[in-house]
């Protein structure tokens, strides 16, 4: 199988050209392959595909072998896999997702792509579409109790869901010990993606993530989306803000007209190669 390996800000997949042939049992190479010690290693693995319904598809798998719904630093690699590798021209794309059809703008700097806006789409704080049980309708600055200490917490869907923490330090916070907590809690269904977030100022905001399936990644697109609408709606930070991640920094505005997020940030090729089957 010929790969590619990509990140956008640390956050880095397997990226595979499924638009001719597609290898079987995506989830178990998934899996297999993200190893870090034993395989290529990354967060998980991403199938391009040819879509009816736009340019593009991409279906996304986590470290775990588990089918994820979106990814945003995923997807702007996804638009300069198809520019870089030729696959097409266009500097506008559209890309299916499990979450719906996004809507991307490449930058091509010397013939290949090094920053893509993407339209993220509209965040949703209802309970049963993130979903979140036993909470309410709507979950925004409300109190958890997780890993023997409160928390204030906003839930946010992006087409995945999101649970929004403030800490004042989170550097020191040892997600390994409270990112499954919150993951795996009884209130999270379908388990959740955990955003820890420091408020810098209005316009800036540090956040680490413990994303489900892959466990604590170096940056995670629609957690930053999730993060900066939640300190948005709770008046915390102004619309436009940049997110500070371990992998780098994303830019995140609330375009509250449109009722829609829009991120952009980098797309890194690391390197390719061929795996032995």
Wanted: with cysteine.
């Amino acid at each position: 199988m010929k790969f590619t390996k990509m990140h956008g800000c640390g956050n880095d997949y397997i990226y595979v050209d499924c638009t001719r042939e597609m290898p079987g049992n995506l989830s178990e190479l998934s899996r297999r392959y993200s190893d870090r010690r034993f395989g290529i290693g990354g967060d998980g693995l991403i199938a391009i595909c040819p879509s009816s319904a736009a340019d593009f598809r991409m279906e996304m798998y986590n470290a775990d072998g588990s089918l994820g719904a979106m990814c945003g630093n995923g997807i702007r690699c996804v638009a300069k896999y198809v520019y870089d590798k030729g696959l097409t021209d266009k500097t506008h794309l559209r890309i299916e997702t499990s979450s719906g059809v996004k809507d991307l703008v490449l930058t091509v700097e010397g013939g290949e792509v090094s920053r893509v806006r993407v339209d993220m789409g509209t965040p949703s704080l209802r309970s049963d579409r993130i979903p979140v049980v036993g909470l309410g309708a709507q979950v925004v600055g409300q109190s958890i109790q997780v890993a023997g200490r409160t928390w204030t917490m906003t839930c946010v869907s992006m087409g995945n869901p999101h649970a929004v923490v403030w800490a004042d330090d989170v550097q020191s916070l040892h997600l390994e010990q409270i990112g499954p907590q919150f993951e795996h809690h009884a209130s999270f269904p379908d388990r959740v993606n955990t955003e820890f977030v420091h408020v810098i100022d209005r316009r800036n905001l540090e956040m680490r993530v413990w994303e489900r399936g892959s466990g604590e990644t170096l940056a995670c697109g629609t957690g930053a989306c999730a993060a900066a609408y939640a300190a948005w709606l709770c008046g915390l930070c102004d619309a436009a803000v940049t997110v500070h991640l371990r992998g780098g920094d994303l830019e995140i505005t609330y375009d509250q007209q449109a009722n829609t997020m829009l991120m952009t940030g980098p797309a890194v090729t690391v390197f390719e190669g061929c795996t032995p089957d």
